[in-house]
T-cell receptor
């Protein structure tokens, strides 16, 4: 298996622009997680899905952030409009069972100017 | 504050020495996991220990869990330069979140 795939790996954009991050989980994994990592706040859980349904989005910072999972093999995290404070590394992870081993993607390094 | 907090924040040792990292948490847990993150990479799962277990081994890794003290330790024996990374503990409390600590940065000098 190729593992969790994320795209793009790097994104540089200007404040106010829309940003879309993509994730393909490991086939057969029912759980998908979106995390954000910064030096100041560490690793934060933004949202997670079970069988394509959002279960807990309490970590989503504000309405500018939205996430979807239209099918079992694809998820997006969208920021609209983006702000400089959104600059971070965004990770997608998937797992077979809830809160067991999570498999992380390589991350998307986002810089908002 | 975070559920899991690692100690020390940073650790520098010579190759061949053992490295010990600690994690303390505040509330009861279902399981505790340790992850490694190499610079610029995603996290990699190392080991999971459940609340009814006291010790687990995996290769050069040894994890202990003391639920009475709400703490866990990760021991890496005979460290190698390739072990240089950040190590995170993650606790699952039975709620809906696994919470990651701030991590310990380990540097192994060749």
């Amino acid at each position: 298996d190729a593992g969790v795939i994320q795209s793009p790996r790097h994104e540089v954009t200007e404040m106010g622009q829309e940003v879309t991050l993509r994730c393909k989980p490991i086939s057969g994994h029912d759980y998908l997680f979106w995390y954000r990592q910064t030096m100041m706040r560490g690793l934060e859980l933004l949202i997670y899905f079970n069988n394509n349904v959002p279960i807990d989005d309490s970590g989503m910072p504000e309405d500018r952030f939205s996430a979807k999972m239209p099918n079992a093999s694809f998820s997006t995290l969208k920021i609209q409009p983006s702000e400089p404070r959104d600059s971070a590394v965004y990770f997608c992870a998937s797992s077979l069972m809830e809160w067991e081993t999570q498999y992380f993607g390589p991350g998307t390094r986002l810089l908002v100017l | 504050s975070q559920q899991g907090e690692e100690d020390p924040q940073a650790l520098s040792i010579q190759e061949g020495e053992n490295a010990t990292m600690n994690c303390s948490y505040k509330t009861s847990i279902n399981n505790l996991q340790w992850y490694r993150q190499n610079s610029g990479r995603g996290l990699v799962h190392l080991i999971l220990i459940r609340s009814n277990e006291r010790e687990k081994h995996s290769g050069r890794l040894r994890v202990t869990l003391d639920t009475s003290k709400k703490s866990s330790s990760l021991l890496i024996t005979a460290s190698r330069a390739a072990d240089t990374a950040s190590y995170f503990c993650a606790t699952h409390t039975g709620g809906f979140k696994t919470i990651f600590g701030a991590g310990t940065r380990l540097f192994v000098k060749a």
